[in-house]
């Protein structure tokens, strides 16, 4: 059973920076793709970036590009979202899921991802 634990969540001003981090568990991130995606209060949930293992495919959504970064480690199986000149619009529950092709988990059908229970990200203006 795939299971998926963030972590690096917490609250910052706005133009500071946060680090989330994802670890993986019953999947192996060599054969697949894992990303970040997000839900604010009131809004539907979004891709925010996705990496295939061997990071040959990199998604981004528009508004966050140029400001996070995402990242992996395969060998601990794990992802991370550098986020910097954070916003207050970037205030969010950020999830990290798992599916295989990167295409599906970007823009396939959520219920087939697997999904972690999600960190709270808070940006005060």
């Known amino acids: 059973q795939v299971q998926l634990v963030e972590s690096g969540g917490g609250s910052v001003q706005a133009g500071g920076s946060l680090t989330l981090s994802c670890a993986a568990s019953?999947?192996?991130?060599?054969?697949?793709?894992m990303g970040w995606f997000r839900q604010g209060s009131g809004k539907e949930r979004e891709g925010v970036a996705a990496?295939?293992?061997?990071?040959?495919?990199?998604y981004y959504s528009e508004s966050v590009k140029d400001r996070f970064t995402i990242s992996q480690d395969n060998a601990m199986n794990t992802i991370a979202l550098q986020m910097n000149s954070l916003k207050p619009e970037d205030t969010a529950m950020y999830y990290c899921?798992?599916?295989?092709?990167?295409?599906?988990?970007?823009?396939?059908?959520?219920?087939?991802?697997?999904w972690g229970q999600g960190t709270l990200v808070t940006v005060s203006a």
């Open positions: 990496i295939s293992a061997g990071g040959g495919s990199i």
């Open positions: 899921a798992a599916d295989s092709p990167c295409e599906r988990l970007w823009f396939g059908d959520d219920a087939l991802h697997a």
């Open positions: 019953g999947y192996t991130h060599s054969n697949g793709c």
